[in-house]
């Protein structure tokens, strides 16, 4: 459990890479950690893209680069130096040799199974549920990839920047309609050893209800 929690605390977003690639053999031990994760009935509602192709990351890199100037220009003149600073950590996936894309989808199981008198407010929550659940299974799915990237002497980071051209990043995919975007992990051999970052008190973030 020390080992554990150990693992857990000194794991940091790497985003710089060396240049020297991953074995195929240790992304699949990555992906079968990751899908290890729990699921809301075991559905399994993820999917992960492996993306090694430099053309395609660079494509993926030049979308987000694009999306990020366009908000940009609609960003308050003084906001905006801000923004772009910001954005700049939405492409780090950029010079990872193996970019994964964790995909999701929420099944219609329990909104199918209503009928048409249940009122709009619950649909609503039921579907909501459905939808979120998916997407929680599959962050915890991506952070199992995170764990075991650090353990194995790897870099990597999660990354929700990217979605600001999730559109265009699911076409350059070739993902399915109705798959969502969750998170772009970056994974590499890691070229920087970033410091260790600040966790709030507990106290501040937990409240016991006894
Ligand atoms: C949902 C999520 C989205 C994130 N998106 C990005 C991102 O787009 N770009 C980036 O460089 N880091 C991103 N990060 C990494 C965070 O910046 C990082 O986790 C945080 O600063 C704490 O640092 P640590 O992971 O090293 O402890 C993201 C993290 C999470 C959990």
């Given amino acids: 459990m020390n080992d554990l929690s150990e693992l857990m605390a000194s794991r940091r977003s790497v985003r710089a890479y060396a240049d020297r690639p991953v074995d195929e053999v240790l992304v699949r031990a990555l992906l079968a950690d990751a899908v290890a994760a729990p699921s809301p009935s075991n559905a399994q509602p993820w999917r992960f893209l492996v993306v090694t192709s430099r053309e395609r990351i660079a494509a993926m890199a030049s979308a987000v680069r694009e999306a990020t100037a366009r908000i940009a220009s609609h960003v308050t003149p003084e906001g905006r130096a801000a923004f772009v600073a910001y954005g ?78 999730a559109d265009q990043l699911l076409g350059l995919l070739g993902v399915p309609a109705g798959w969502g975007i969750a998170a772009v992990v970056p994974v590499g051999w890691p070229a920087e050893h970033p410091s260790p970052t600040a966790r709030k008190p507990l106290d501040a973030v937990v409240t016991w209800l006894r």
Avoid: C, K, W
């Avoid at 249940?118 to 199992?144: C, K």
């Fill in 88 to 165: 700049d950590y939405f492409v780090r996936f950029e010079a990872a040799p193996v970019v994964i894309v964790a995909i999701h989808r929420g099944r219609r199981v329990l909104g199918h199974l209503v009928d048409d008198a249940l009122p709009g407010d619950d649909r609503a929550r039921i579907e909501a549920m459905e939808r979120d659940s998916a997407l929680a299974a599959t962050a915890m799915a991506v952070q199992n990839l995170l764990l075991s990237a650090h353990a194995r002497g790897l870099g990597a980071s999660p990354m929700t920047g990217p979605m600001v051209a």
